[in-house]
């Protein structure tokens, strides 16, 4: 049965009862420069929403929301096209439909998040985000590097990814921010290698010194390595 705009409407009016305000003043606050409306409804309840949605006509769900400015609906959204049971090629259309219009790091992470057949997908996966990497949109490039932790941090590819990360010039904040946490999780994978690569990698020093921070901050890298990453961290003045 086709999804229609009167089914979005019934679906509004039970978003806005699932909202809790101290979350969406919270959770607001975490996304700023943003022009859209937060209601307020916690993940794990859209996540609900969405495994019920991909049940009955999710296309016409998708096709309805794509370009919406209401973020739960946004959410909704990223979330139906990556958890729906469908071709790799055709969700990846859709994604490719999505892209453009994600505004936060929010949307972005938790549809990488839900993409779990990419990990019987991986070359195809890794030819479609190559284009995205060189992306001026700051969204765009986030989400091709939050696949790569996601998904490639394997022994077949992890150090194409740290290479991939050390040639990302995009002077976002959410990009930098991803690309930190992405070498920090290639740590924590594969140290050795990656120790190698902090020593001779080409990250500016506000990405190079994130990096460093999270890995110090993760209860899966030894107090030890813990020691020595802080021992690293760049200082101005510093020669390279």
């Not at 937060?38 to 495994?51: E, I, Q, S």
């Not at 016409?60 to 958890?83: H, N, P, Q, R, S």
């Not at 790569?148 to 941090?153: E, K, S, W």
Request: proline residues 2%.
């Amino acid at each position: 049965m086709a999804y229609t705009s009167k089914d979005l409407e019934s679906l509004d009016q039970e978003l806005k009862e699932l909202a809790d305000e101290k979350y969406r003043k919270f959770h607001s606050g975490l996304i700023p420069n943003v022009d859209t409306v937060f209601y307020g409804v916690r993940v794990p309840l859209l996540r609900k929403t969405a495994k019920r949605l991909i049940k009955e006509d999710w296309r016409g769900f998708v096709a309805l929301t794509k370009d919406a400015d209401i973020y739960e609906w946004k959410m909704l959204c990223g979330m139906v096209i990556g958890l729906a049971k469908c071709d790799f090629e055709e969700k990846l259309s859709y994604v490719e439909q999505f892209l453009p219009g994600i505004d936060n790091w929010a949307v972005c992470d938790i549809v990488c998040g839900d993409m779990k057949d990419v990990k019987k997908n991986r070359e195809r996966m890794f030819t479609f985000i190559k284009p995205y990497l060189c992306s001026p949109g700051e969204y765009e490039v986030r989400f091709a590097v939050v696949i790569l932790m996601q998904y490639f941090l394997t022994e077949e590819y992890i150090r194409e990814v740290l290479s991939i990360y050390d040639g990302i010039r995009h002077e976002g904040y959410y990009v930098k921010m991803a690309v930190a946490w992405g070498v920090s999780l290639c740590f924590i994978h594969n140290r050795d290698m990656t120790l190698d690569y902090l020593l001779s990698c080409n990250l500016d020093d506000f990405t190079y010194n994130k990096s460093i921070q999270k890995m110090t901050e993760s209860f899966r890298v030894s107090e030890e390595d813990k020691e020595m990453l802080r021992g690293m961290k760049r200082r101005k003045g510093d020669n390279r």
